[in-house]
């Protein structure tokens, strides 16, 4: 069975929205604490349907994609604003990027002022970059130059730009690559 391409996006976006729901009980955990909370023999203790800020703006992403046809950076910021939810985890350079946003600061220079004037390179504008993968999937250029803005409105420095550069061509990649399933 071949699978399609919008097969391959609707799973992008699921299986992203499943891993960060599966995966955050145990965020930041090395694999020896992951043990000792969780021993082989127990099963997972998990609220259903929880998920984190990744997921939460991730969604936003897609959302502003999509209302704008492309990416409209004052747009994504404000949908990021609009969905913030304080209980979802949020790393504290997002919470200070939207604080200023939802203040009134222009979202191309929110995120410059973190972190001493250097900016985030964390990997939060990586964990929400599938939509843009698969929003540009046939444009190289437009998909790093959106992957670096969308980035920009949390994560200014370079290396987090690029991390999320990175996530969203391998994610592109995936959604135009021939996949047969026997």
């Not at 991730?58 to 913030?84: C, H, P, W």
């Not at 964390?122 to 250029?141: C, E, K, Q, S, W």
């Amino acid at each position: 069975m071949k699978v399609d391409r919008e097969s391959k996006f609707t799973g992008a976006l699921i299986g992203t929205a499943v891993g960060d729901a599966l995966g955050a009980p145990v965020e930041g955990y090395s694999m020896e604490q992951v043990r000792s909370v969780y021993p082989e023999e127990k099963g997972w203790e998990m609220v259903y349907g929880l998920y984190t800020d990744d997921t939460e703006m991730m969604i936003g992403v897609a959302e502003s994609l999509i209302t704008n046809k492309g990416f409209n950076g004052a747009d994504m910021a404000r949908t990021f604003v609009q969905n913030y939810d304080e209980k979802r985890g949020y790393g504290p350079g997002s919470k200070e990027a939207l604080k200023r946003i939802r203040d009134g600061e222009s979202w191309e220079e929110a995120s410059r002022k973190l972190f001493g004037g250097e900016g985030s390179y964390g990997n939060g504008a990586a964990m929400r970059i599938a939509p843009v993968g698969l929003f540009y999937y046939d444009n190289t250029d437009a998909l790093r130059e959106v992957a670096y803005k969308s980035s920009h409105i949390t994560h200014s420095h370079e290396l987090g730009k690029e991390g999320a550069a990175l996530q969203a061509f391998a994610i592109a990649l995936a959604a135009v690559s021939y996949t047969h399933l026997t």
